[in-house]
């Protein structure tokens, strides 16, 4: 791809108005690029734009668009990069409930492979060729050992979930092997959350939460009776399943490191967005009761079929190839999502 100054730059985001996409594009429109957002508002509210033209102010606000349509609808596609000129894409539409995913494979596959596969085309047709890919570090299934790189071995998914992100990283593998100049980074994202410190934006899941971090949250404003943590007999120091969270505004800032390096640049490169820190579902808890000032009823339930132990990240790669690495601890991922939390007890809905 050509170089080329974020100012003459315009990046196409799949799913923007999503939790990850809108921290991401705030990031990218403070360092100046022109960002098209392209979401079918599927599990996401329309609100998020004024809150993201907020947040950066009227001048940057201006470099900002927003499509509502289905990124498989290949002719308002075909639309968006026949009227803009496209330099990059970040990938993050796609369903992403682990859970759902068991019971509704073919809405997943559908979706999740049918959007890349519709998304990659019209960007080959238009010359387009550089994209970054949310993925996640599910594709490492259950660790051999720790802390994950991203020489760790990829292993079979245990639900259509995690499947759509191993196939499309695959995918767009597959893309470069046949045509060299195409310019691909898939980021492996491992537990994000927290929210935009201004209270403004942050994560606003339908129904109950899947998540640990906003089922915390919604039981901490009283919307939820009790965390329910899925088993304590794991080979952990608690016995509660350890993972990486990471503060969704260090993942922003990871996706403005990775369209500056991949600037100019082709091939396939992986990075793992990560703290490299574990953190166990008791701790989560005891931290988001330091950050709301109360304590948290929770009750240890069976385990969770599918989940892991533990994962963590070894995030040495971001930070000597991009220069990246996370800035927030797991107290700053909590007060934001508390901040967040309490000031929109009903999300986006008021
Ligand atoms: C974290 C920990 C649970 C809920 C998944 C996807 C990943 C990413 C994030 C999709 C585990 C425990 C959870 C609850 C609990 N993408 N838990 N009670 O499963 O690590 O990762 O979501 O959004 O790709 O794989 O995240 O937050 O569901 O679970 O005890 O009500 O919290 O057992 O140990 P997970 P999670």
């Known amino acids: 791809s050509e170089t080329l100054a974020p100012q003459d730059t315009c990046v196409l985001v ?26 079918d508002l599927s599990n996401a509210s ?35 990069f026949s009227t803009h000129k496209i330099d990059r894409v970040i990938h993050f539409a796609g369903f992403k409930a682990v859970g759902e995913s068991v019971s509704k494979p073919i809405e997943y596959y559908t979706n999740n492979l049918g959007n890349t596969l519709t998304l990659v085309d019209v960007m080959r047709n238009h010359g387009c060729k550089s994209i970054i890919f ?32 191993w196939m499309i990283e695959q995918i767009l593998t597959d893309l470069h092997t046949a045509d060299p100049e195409w310019n691909v980074v898939l980021l492996r994202y491992f537990n994000p959350i927290g929210a935009h410190p201004s209270g403004l ?31 304590n007999d794991y080979d952990t120091p608690d016995g509660t399943g350890v993972r990486d969270y990471i503060h969704v505004c260090d993942l922003a800032s990871g996706h403005a490191a990775a369209l500056a390096w ?10 793992n967005l990560g703290t490299g820190k574990g953190t166990s579902v008791l701790e989560i808890i005891t931290a988001f009761g330091r950050a709301c000032g109360k304590e948290i009823p929770y009750v240890i339930d069976p385990r969770r ?11 040495t790669k971001a930070r000597e190839l991009m220069g990246w ?7 700053d991922m909590c007060r934001d999502s508390w901040n967040w939390q309490s000031k929109n007890p009903n999300g986006y809905e008021g």
């Open 14 to 39: 799949t799913g923007g108005a999503g939790f990850i996409g809108s921290h991401t594009c705030v990031e990218l429109l403070q360092d100046g690029y022109k960002v098209v957002i392209v979401d």
């Open 46 to 80: 329309a609100k998020v734009e004024d809150r993201i033209k907020t947040i950066v102010g009227p001048e940057a606000a201006a470099n900002l668009e927003l499509v509502i349509t289905d990124v498989n609808d290949r002719d308002a596609l075909e639309k968006i």
């Open 134 to 165: 949310s993925s996640s570090a599910t594709v490492y299934g259950d660790p051999d050992s720790l802390p994950l790189t991203e020489a760790s071995p990829k292993k079979p998914a245990t639900n259509p979930y995690g499947w759509t992100k």
């Open 201 to 231: 934006m942050g994560e606003d899941p339908k129904g109950i939460p899947n998540n640990l971090v906003p089922y915390v949250a919604q039981t901490a404003i009283g919307k939820r009776e009790a965390v329910h943590v899925f088993g």
């Open 262 to 271: 991949m600037n100019g640049r082709e091939g396939v490169e992986v990075f």
């Open 305 to 315: 079929p599918g989940d892991v132990t533990s994962n963590y990240a070894d995030c």
């Open 325 to 331: 690495e996370a800035k927030f601890d797991v107290d």
